[in-house]
């Protein structure tokens, strides 16, 4: 359990260095009410995902 003090994307990286060093990472997002730009920017149209997430909608893009 964690608790995060802002909005945004955040990158929970393995303190495993087998794991590091190959670049396994988990990004994910906490969400604001507002979903505004000044918390958080749009994921890149060219970002990969992979997992479950692969075939889920993308979420709406933020607006300016």
């Known amino acids: ?34 979903r505004s730009l000044r918390d958080e920017y749009n994921l890149p149209d060219n970002h990969p995902l992979c997992g479950i997430v692969k075939s889920m909608p993308m979420p709406p893009p933020y607006k300016p």
Do not use: C
């Not at 990286?13 to 507002?34: C, I, T």
């Open 1 to 34: 359990m964690t608790t995060l003090d802002n909005a945004g994307i955040w990158n929970l990286r393995s303190d495993m260095w087998e794991r590091n060093y190959l670049g396994q990472q988990l990004y994910f997002s906490v969400l604001s009410p507002s």
